[in-house]
């Protein structure tokens, strides 16, 4: 259980962080206009920080995908472990995929791959399930199940139309 | 017509001027404060190069200045933040008082300046720049440190005791008695008490009589509020900068970050109009002979400084390099110094030397500040190597 501390910061903002298990404070401050800088505490002075980053939401949005996308996966890993054959996988549709833009109905993934898309990533919000008219756009992280064969196929669809 | 020209030509070679001072000063990496009042020093009486003619504008817009610095002081903190600030920094905030405000009124002591020299000079040497520290800490990088919420507690600290303090100091400028100075103390303290309990409860309607969502229709509100309160508050002798200050405080929430963010650029504006003007109506040759007390104020201030972030760190539980640098985050003095000293100028209560005394020693600190919150660690590190020499090998 990790343990989030939230400090305000009078006139700035709010500081949350954790300590992770290798003893390095790793946090985020978002300042009161709302833009967010990433801070990691130095090794031999855990009370200063090595870094303290600036990130834009779009960057933001990009490392929280990152970060939350095989979370997700290995949750639904672990609920499908008792159904031999099924795999669940992240596939990242990249910007400039010929169904960024389109729906994802327009992919036919079902119908020619037999591999579900069970969840959308995007902007570190996790889209569930999604509809066949869902709109796709570049650097989304198509949370996909199937057999392994079907997932390989799967990226070339996405990749190559 | 040719008056208006004049005018024209003057203002706008002292903005593009100080335009030119502020990017130097960020450059190297100090507050432009200081440079600024050398800028007002140079044209002024006795300096380089005497402005006439616009001396009607730039009065009044040096008093814009002090208006919106305290308005965005006020502004900076909500209610609840000062609040929480006090309950858990108060130890650290009363030394911290103690520690700074004595080496100041002491000076003033020695010089003869009264007791009302002497609280205004403390208060010179107490309070800290809250703009310096907050862009000193964004710059370098320390948000995310540990010891920033301390550092930021106690300019929380001061911010409230500047509320009791300034309508006091105004009281005493006015000449007032000993018991009608324990009655504007007692009326201030009130005064404090009612704006922060309707920050707290109703500070929506507040908020809602100068809020709209049309930014100048804001803007012009707020600003209008505030020169409001302020000239009111001027006529009722608690002085333009306290009512403005209570205003502040009393618009809470969103609405107070929109105004921060509108208001931001005036008060750039109109405050190095106030620091020029300080710097023009002081007279250079004043600051030589207090030179040696600012220098020995500037030392002995900084080190009170340090030990102020050294313990309010320590409480927290802070390690050592923590606890310098949270002491030297809090050296820098600056606008708030110079307003006070303003206050007590413009009052005509205490030794013309005072001006040149706050002058000489904001100088120093705002240049000493920055610098010393930078070169803490590498300083401290030497120091720590000198006492531990490194293992044979």
Request: hydrophobic share 55%; proline share 5%; charged share 15%.
């Given at each position: 259980?990790?343990?989030v501390?939230?400090?305000?910061?009078?006139?700035?903002?709010t500081?949350?962080?954790?300590v992770?298990?290798?003893?390095?404070?790793?946090g985020?401050?978002?300042?009161r206009?709302?833009?967010?800088?990433?801070?990691?505490?130095?090794?031999?002075?855990?009370?200063?920080?090595?870094?303290?980053?600036?990130?834009?939401?779009?960057e933001?949005?990009?490392?929280?995908?990152?970060?939350?996308?095989?979370?997700?996966?290995a949750q639904?890993?672990?609920?499908?472990?008792?159904?031999?054959?099924?795999?669940?996988?992240?596939?990242?549709?990249?910007?400039?995929?010929?169904?960024?833009?389109?729906t994802l109905?327009d992919?036919?993934?079902?119908?020619?791959?037999?591999v579900?898309?069970?969840?959308v990533?995007?902007?570190?919000?996790?889209?569930?399930s999604?509809?066949?008219?869902f709109?796709?756009?570049g650097?989304?992280?198509?949370?996909?199940?199937?057999?392994?064969?079907?997932?390989t196929?799967?990226?070339?669809v996405?990749?190559?139309? | 017509?040719?008056?208006?020209?004049?005018s024209?030509?003057?203002?706008?070679a002292?903005?593009?001027?100080?335009?030119?001072?502020g990017r130097?000063?960020?450059?190297?990496?100090?507050?432009p404060i200081?440079?600024?009042?050398i800028?007002?020093?140079?044209?002024?009486?006795?300096?380089?190069?005497?402005?006439?003619?616009?001396?009607?504008?730039?009065a009044?817009?040096?008093e814009?200045?002090?208006?919106?610095?305290?308005?965005?002081?006020g502004?900076?903190?909500?209610?609840?933040e000062?609040?929480?600030g006090?309950?858990?920094s108060?130890?650290?905030?009363?030394?911290d008082?103690?520690?700074?405000?004595?080496?100041?009124?002491?000076?003033a002591?020695?010089l003869?300046?009264?007791?009302?020299?002497?609280?205004?000079?403390?208060?010179v040497?107490?309070?800290?720049?809250?703009?310096?520290?907050?862009k000193v800490?964004?710059?370098?990088?320390?948000?995310g440190?540990?010891?920033?919420?301390v550092?930021?507690s106690?300019?929380?600290?001061e911010?409230l005791?500047?509320?009791?303090y300034?309508?006091?100091?105004t009281?005493l400028?006015?000449?007032a008695?000993?018991l009608?100075?324990?009655?504007?103390?007692?009326?201030?303290?009130?005064?404090?008490?009612v704006?922060?309990?309707v920050a707290?409860?109703?500070?929506?309607?507040v908020s809602?009589?100068?809020?709209s969502p049309?930014?100048e229709?804001?803007?012009l509100?707020?600003?209008?509020?505030?020169l409001?309160?302020?000239?009111?508050?001027?006529?009722?002798?608690?002085?333009?900068?306290?009512?403005?200050f209570?205003?502040?405080?009393?618009i809470?929430?969103?609405?107070a970050?929109?105004?921060?963010?509108?208001?931001?650029?005036?008060?750039?504006?109109?405050?190095?109009?106030?620091?020029?003007?300080?710097?023009?109506?002081?007279?250079?040759?004043?600051?030589?002979?207090?030179?040696?007390f600012?220098?020995?104020?500037a030392?002995?201030?900084?080190?009170?400084?340090?030990?102020?972030?050294?313990?309010?760190?320590?409480?927290?539980?802070?390690?050592?390099m923590?606890?310098?640098?949270a002491?030297?985050?809090?050296?820098?003095r600056g606008?708030?110094?110079?307003?006070?000293?303003?206050?007590?100028?413009?009052?005509?209560?205490?030794?013309?030397?005072?001006?040149?005394?706050?002058t000489?020693?904001?100088?120093?600190?705002?240049?000493?500040?920055p610098?010393?919150a930078?070169?803490?660690?590498?300083?401290a590190?030497?120091v720590?190597?000198?006492?531990?020499?490194?293992p044979?090998?």
């Amino acid at each position: 259980m990790v343990n989030v501390e939230v400090t305000p910061l009078p006139g700035i903002g709010t500081r949350q962080d954790f300590v992770s298990r290798s003893g390095r404070r790793i946090g985020v401050i978002t300042h009161r206009d709302g833009h967010v800088d990433l801070i990691v505490s130095k090794q031999e002075d855990p009370d200063a920080c090595v870094a303290s980053i600036p990130l834009s939401a779009e960057e933001s949005g990009a490392l929280a995908n990152l970060l939350g996308a095989p979370h997700l996966v290995a949750q639904l890993a672990e609920q499908h472990r008792e159904v031999t054959g099924v795999t669940t996988r992240q596939l990242p549709l990249a910007p400039g995929s010929p169904y960024a833009g389109r729906t994802l109905g327009d992919t036919a993934l079902r119908t020619r791959t037999a591999v579900s898309v069970v969840a959308v990533v995007r902007a570190g919000i996790v889209h569930p399930s999604p509809r066949p008219d869902f709109l796709l756009a570049g650097g989304d992280i198509l949370v996909t199940v199937g057999t392994a064969e079907g997932l390989t196929a799967a990226v070339d669809v996405l990749e190559r139309g | 017509m040719h008056n208006t020209a004049i005018s024209l030509i003057e203002l706008g070679a002292v903005f593009f001027g100080l335009g030119l001072l502020g990017r130097l000063a960020w450059r190297i990496g100090i507050s432009p404060i200081p440079l600024y009042l050398i800028g007002g020093l140079a044209f002024g009486s006795g300096g380089l190069i005497p402005l006439e003619g616009i001396e009607g504008f730039t009065a009044i817009a040096g008093e814009i200045g002090v208006v919106l610095l305290l308005l965005l002081l006020g502004l900076e903190y909500s209610a609840a933040e000062l609040v929480t600030g006090l309950r858990r920094s108060w130890l650290a905030g009363l030394l911290d008082l103690v520690l700074n405000a004595v080496p100041g009124a002491a000076v003033a002591l020695m010089l003869g300046w009264g007791p009302v020299g002497a609280l205004a000079m403390a208060g010179v040497t107490y309070i800290s720049s809250s703009g310096i520290v907050a862009k000193v800490l964004g710059d370098l990088g320390r948000l995310g440190n540990r010891e920033t919420p301390v550092v930021l507690s106690i300019l929380v600290f001061e911010d409230l005791a500047m509320a009791v303090y300034l309508p006091i100091l105004t009281a005493l400028l006015a000449g007032a008695t000993l018991l009608g100075g324990l009655t504007t103390v007692g009326v201030s303290l009130i005064a404090i008490t009612v704006v922060l309990v309707v920050a707290l409860k109703f500070g929506r309607f507040v908020s809602m009589a100068v809020d709209s969502p049309e930014p100048e229709v804001f803007l012009l509100r707020v600003l209008g509020a505030a020169l409001l309160v302020a000239g009111i508050a001027s006529q009722l002798q608690v002085s333009a900068a306290v009512g403005a200050f209570l205003l502040g405080i009393a618009i809470s929430g969103s609405t107070a970050e929109n105004a921060t963010k509108l208001l931001e650029p005036l008060r750039d504006l109109f405050a190095a109009m106030f620091f020029v003007v300080f710097g023009l109506n002081t007279d250079p040759r004043t600051i030589p002979p207090v030179l040696a007390f600012a220098v020995a104020l500037a030392v002995v201030t900084t080190l009170t400084k340090v030990a102020t972030g050294w313990f309010a760190a320590r409480q927290q539980g802070i390690a050592r390099m923590g606890r310098v640098r949270a002491g030297a985050a809090l050296v820098a003095r600056g606008e708030f110094s110079i307003v006070i000293a303003g206050l007590a100028v413009s009052a005509g209560a205490v030794d013309d030397q005072l001006a040149a005394l706050a002058t000489a020693y904001v100088l120093l600190m705002a240049i000493l500040g920055p610098v010393a919150a930078r070169v803490v660690e590498p300083v401290a590190l030497a120091v720590r190597r000198r006492l531990q020499p490194a293992p044979a090998t």
